[in-house]
């Protein structure tokens, strides 16, 4: 892909190059879920591609697949480099695909690494803009930090355990040393930097406002997805014997991501920042997940992770084709480009996590395995849903209610709306009949 | 079949009414012929075609989760079925040769509130009521905020907030409810037979409550009501206050009582005394009002603390006239309502202080609306006597030590109620008339029509108000069996 940018100067086959690439590697995917091993590498019990992994790498391919046929054009007009910056998504694929299934805690750190260093590259690919400069340099550093404290876990629970794997064999004996607590903590830690649970977050608006805005779309969504594959598996597969040393401490990030997340968005002038704020928010819905740590869980953030990220991205297709990023910018949307509103409309009330729509059934699953846990922090995760319905309906409103503004007329293609209103549709779809994703975990 | 119809019908009318948006009248007829079709199909299906195996409907949808998409048109939703389909239909016919803008969207929105309405009232499975019930709130927040008055925006963003705050207690209450049920099921049946203890039910009756109660409005959750009331287009108002509101009542009935009886027993006073409070605090507000559409709010509020009150008094005369009430309000309101929109249209105020002297002018409109004022106030031979006289028998007879403190406070809620009526019908259509005022409204033969519906039918039903009752009557008789504690503790 990088070295294909030598050969090819025209940005739509570089762009179609890179679909196609994504196509194949889903087809690939899917033909690994039905059982059939085209290629088998012996990865030394390294990597594990079990049926939960396999289904989230599709759904993360689809998203990446689904990202690049709506935000594809909009990166060309970022810099010259289009094929670097396709490369680098196809990097960061990589490193997902290797969090999601990783088996031995190098593989983990491997995978972060792999996933984190060419974002700090995407961050700042906007090179005269001062902000976006801004942005990348905060990221690497707090990014650089927060790797440091993975290792210094990982290698505390090696010293605990034995062995880089995450099922070790010492665990029963040393189940809660001090050295493995430790260790798991600052794993916590790390993780919740990642994933921009609070209070690890303050990195997550400045960098999320000033990358340019395709790829905060992608940052926001399929990353944060990927890692969370990575913090679920980490704790469940790795630390299951301790899970009372570690579920309040999570409940705790939870539910101060959730506070912080609602309350600080509803505060926003700018739709960039107000959506960034809004993924702290999603974050915390997420960790309920990692709180629960049951079945209902686990389908759950799959299901969290289709419809959070299909909403996403559609948002911000078409936010990356705006000037403005006000709320103003939005006024009268519904009477210009009716279509396009009507996507939009469907996409902010999966996130809010109205009925009918994919985030609602998301919302619902996780609420329903955090019940069986702890009844107050389920009440807490509801009110602040319904905290966010004030700051998600902003647009809405403006878009219907208000008047169109005088502004210049914005590029929507036929193509592009067509596919906006087919990713809205895949959010009902999602909502009514959540099952025929969750489904696929067990054929 | 029917039942499935009866949700069906409005929802394909909602889709077909946006798709009519070049055609001004095309929408005007999709409209008045859906809601006509469903009214036909309510009478027929409540008369005729009789047949038990018709009012079921069920579907797998969510197996996994326990969740079917079962409907059933038991007696309660067969009174609020027909009532919503004739409320739609009188309001078609009035509407007809009105102008509104953007005909298509308008009519759209009301047929889809209709479906998501007429879902609540038959489904049978907790996601299910729980999806219909936010389902229904969307249409309403387009309808206000896009054809509503001067603050509507604002106004309306309340009012979805604040229900869908009450809403979500509800889900969890509900999620809860079904993760203690032996197989994991939504379905009704098996949420009804849950044991809970009675701190249990305490707590959960708390997550429930608030939805209904905003919903309703029981005070004191009542603070969105006027606002809303007042800065919505008046057929949304309308259908708000006639039908939607026994969304909350039909809550109450089906999913919150039979669930939690020794719970409603246990707080019933502090519920009571808060109902029947907000009797006599919306009645003193609606007596100092000047707007039409405000006092109307009020009063609204005023009867359905009564009916809140008449559920929690868990009698067999309460319970009977609550489900008469259900019926005989929509109607009365929707007179009000219709009245309140016909004098705006034609003189240009709503204001009492600017009104005066319509009886000479309008006797048609003042004969109407001086039947349906009559009936909210609740005297004989009108319909909205009968049910509120079995109410206050049932609200005499609940086993409380309050009950007579309550119903001297209700009644005097209804003193209240024919202070403020009556003082609103003699400062608009007796007394000295304007400028304003001098110019005769006359009555389209659409309105004529809705008008000589809608007394006949009070005047009907407060005369002859047995059929209605016979309606309910088994009904009742197995919801007071679910709820009332001497029964209960018989039982074991």
């Not at chain 1, 690994?32 to 085209?38: H, K, T």
């Not at chain 1, 009918?356 to 922090?377: C, N, P, R």
């Not at chain 2, 996994?64 to 409907?71: N, R, V």
Request: glycine share 8%; proline share 3%; charged share 10%.
């Amino acid at each position: 892909m990088m070295f294909s940018g030598i050969a090819i100067k025209q940005t739509a086959v570089l762009r179609y190059l890179a679909i196609a690439g994504v196509m194949v590697l889903l087809g690939l995917n899917t033909a690994e879920m039905q059982g059939w091993q085209l290629i088998d590498i012996d990865t030394t019990g390294m990597l594990q591609f079990d049926a939960y992994a396999l289904l989230l790498n599709a759904v993360l391919l689809a998203s990446l697949l689904i990202y690049l046929l709506l935000s594809g054009s909009a990166m060309e007009r970022i810099g010259n480099n289009l094929s670097d910056y396709l490369a680098l998504l196809f990097f960061i694929g990589a490193g997902m695909m290797m969090v999601t299934a990783f088996e031995s805690l190098l593989i983990l750190f491997l995978g972060i690494e792999i996933i984190t260093i060419p974002l700090y590259i995407l961050t700042g690919s906007d090179k005269k803009n001062l902000k976006s400069n801004e942005a990348s340099l905060k990221y690497f550093l707090l990014g650089a930090f927060s790797s440091g404290i993975l290792l210094m876990g990982i290698t505390l629970v090696y010293g605990a355990r034995g062995s880089f794997a995450l099922s070790g064999v010492a665990d029963t004996i040393r189940m809660s040393s001090s050295l493995m607590i430790a260790g798991m903590l600052l794993l916590m830690i790390a993780m919740a930097f990642k994933v921009s649970a609070a209070p690890f977050h303050f990195w997550t608006p400045d960098v999320y406002d000033g990358a340019p805005t395709v790829f905060t779309s992608f940052m926001a969504t399929v990353v944060k997805v990927a890692v969370f594959a990575a913090f679920i598996r980490l704790f469940d597969r790795s630390f299951a014997l301790q899970f009372n040393a570690w579920q309040g401490w999570v409940a705790v990030l939870a539910a101060l991501t959730l506070f912080i997340g609602n309350i600080t968005a509803v505060f926003q002038q700018s739709v960039k920042r107000m959506l960034s704020y809004s993924s702290i928010a999603q974050a915390g819905f997420m960790l309920l997940a990692v709180f629960a740590m049951n079945t209902m869980a686990k389908e759950g953030l799959l299901l969290y992770a289709a419809s959070y990220s299909l909403a996403t991205i559609g948002i911000f297709a078409v936010l990356s084709r705006m000037k403005d990023y006000s709320f103003e910018a939005f006024n009268g949307m519904a009477s210009r480009y009716p279509w396009v509103a009507a996507a939009l409309a469907i996409f902010f009330l999966s996130l809010a996590g109205i009925p009918l729509t994919g985030g609602f059934m998301a919302k619902f699953y996780m609420i329903k395995a955090a019940l069986g846990q702890s009844l107050w922090l389920a009440l807490f995760a509801l009110l602040m849903a319904a905290v966010s319905i004030y700051y998600y309906f902003r647009v809405i409103q403006a878009m219907y209610f208000k008047p169109v503004a005088q502004s210049d007329p914005l590029a929507f293609d036929n193509g592009f709306t067509g596919m906006l209103l087919g990713v809205a549709v895949l959010v009902i779809v999602l909502g009514v009949f959540p099952e025929w994703l969750i489904g696929c975990l067990y054929f | 079949m029917i039942a499935l119809l009866i949700v069906l019908i409005p929802l394909l009318g909602g889709i077909f009414s946006f798709g009519t948006r070049a055609n001004k009248k095309a929408a005007d007829l999709v409209f008045m012929l859906f809601t006509a079709g469903l009214l036909t199909l309510t009478l027929l299906g409540l008369t005729i075609f009789n047949d038990p195996t018709l009012y079921r409907f069920s579907a797998p949808w969510l197996s996994s989760l326990g969740s079917s998409f079962s409907l059933l048109l038991d007696p309660l939703a067969k009174v609020l079925c027909l009532l919503t389909a004739l409320v739609y239909f009188l309001l078609a016919l009035y509407m007809n040769g009105k102008s509104v803008q953007k005909p298509a969207a308008f009519y759209g929105w009301l047929l889809l509130a209709q479906a998501g309405m007429m879902g609540v009232f038959l489904a049978t499975d907790g996601l299910l009521f729980y999806f219909c019930w936010e389902l229904a709130l969307i249409p309403m927040y387009f309808l206000s905020s896009i054809w509503g008055g001067a603050r509507r925006i604002a106004v309306t963003f309340k009012f979805f907030i604040y229900t869908f705050l009450g809403s979500v207690l509800m889900l969890a209450g509900l999620i809860y409810l079904q993760s203690q049920t032996p197989d994991q099921s939504f379905a009704l049946s098996a949420l009804l037979k849950v044991k809970l203890s009675t701190a249990q039910q305490s707590w959960l009756l708390w997550l429930f409550l608030p939805a209904f109660a905003i919903k309703l409005p029981l005070f004191p959750f009542h603070t969105w009501q006027p606002d809303t009331y007042e800065e919505a287009p008046t057929p949304v108002t309308a259908v708000l206050s006639a039908v939607m509101v026994k969304m909350g009542v039909l809550g109450l009935l089906r999913w919150l009582l039979p669930f939690f009886p020794l719970a409603a027993y246990q707080w019933g006073d502090v519920i009571m005394g808060l109902a029947v409070g907000g009797i006599v605090y919306a009645s003193l507000i609606a007596w100092r009002q000047d707007d039409l559409k405000r006092l109307v709010a009020y009063s609204s509020i005023a009867h359905i603390g009564l009916m809140g009150a008449a559920a929690f008094a868990a009698n067999l005369a309460s319970l009977q006239g609550l489900c008469f009430q259900l019926f005989a309000h929509g109607i009365n309101i929707l007179g009000m309502w219709l009245v309140v929109d016909v004098i705006e249209r034609n003189l240009g105020t709503r204001k009492i202080s600017e009104l005066g002297g319509l009886a000479s002018h309008s006797p048609a409109l003042t004969f109407f609306t001086i039947i349906i004022a009559l009936a909210n106030i609740a005297l004989p031979l009108t319909n909205g006597f009968v049910g509120e006289l079995l109410m206050f028998t049932g609200l005499l007879a609940t086993k409380s030590n309050f009950a007579w403190v309550l119903t001297v406070t209700a009644g005097l809620g209804i003193i209240l109620s024919a202070v403020y009526t009556l003082g609103m019908i003699r400062s608009v259509f007796f007394g000295e008339s304007n400028a304003v005022t001098s110019r005769p409204i006359n009555l389209s033969i659409q309105e004529q029509l809705v008008l000589i519906v809608i007394v006949v039918m009070i005047l009907v039903f407060g005369i002859y108000p047995q059929p209605m009752l016979d309606v309910t009557a088994g009904y009742t008789d197995q919801l007071f069996r679910q709820i009332d504690i001497s029964y209960l503790f018989r039982k074991f």
